[in-house]
C-alpha cells in the first residue's frame, strides 16, 4: 500500500522560511520523480517543482529562487524549503509521484502579512 505523508506546514509569518517533509512509503522511491505542487483557496492545483531519483531538478516558472526542493533516496523522503514566504505562497501543499495516481493529505502552509 503506498502512501505519502506531509508535514512541515503551519501559520507563518511573510519573510519567515518553511521546510516541507514528505514520506513515502510502500514504493521503489529511488526511481520516480518526485514532485511538489501547491493548491491555493479556490485555484487548481499546480506543480511547484520536481527532482529525478539522481537529483535533477525543475522548478515551475513562478519560482523565483525562494524554493528548493531536495530528496534522500535512502530514508525516501522528499523536502521542498521555502525562503522569504509571501501570503502568496498560502496553500496545501502535496508530494506525488510523477505520473502516479498516488497523493497525501497534504499540509497546509498559510502566511500571514
Known amino acids: 500500500q503506498v502512501e505519502l505523508v506531509e508535514s512541515g506546514g503551519g501559520l507563518v509569518q511573510a519573510g519567515e522560511s518553511v521546510r516541507l517533509s514528505c514520506r513515502v512509503s510502500?514504493?521503489?522511491?529511488?526511481?520516480?520523480?518526485m514532485e511538489w505542487y501547491r493548491q491555493a483557496p479556490g485555484k487548481r492545483r499546480e506543480l511547484v517543482a520536481g527532482i529525478t531519483g539522481r537529483g535533477r531538478i525543475n522548478y515551475a516558472d513562478f519560482v523565483r529562487g525562494r524554493h528548493t526542493i531536495s530528496r534522500d533516496n535512502l530514508k525516501s523522503e522528499v523536502y521542498l524549503e521555502i525562503n522569504g514566504l509571501e501570503p502568496e505562497d498560502t496553500a496545501v501543499y502535496y508530494c506525488?509521484?510523477?505520473?502516479?495516481?498516488?497523493w497525501g493529505q497534504g499540509t497546509q502552509v498559510t502566511v500571514s502579512s
Open positions: 510502500g514504493l521503489i522511491f529511488s526511481i520516480y520523480v
Open positions: 506525488h509521484p510523477g505520473g502516479s495516481s498516488y
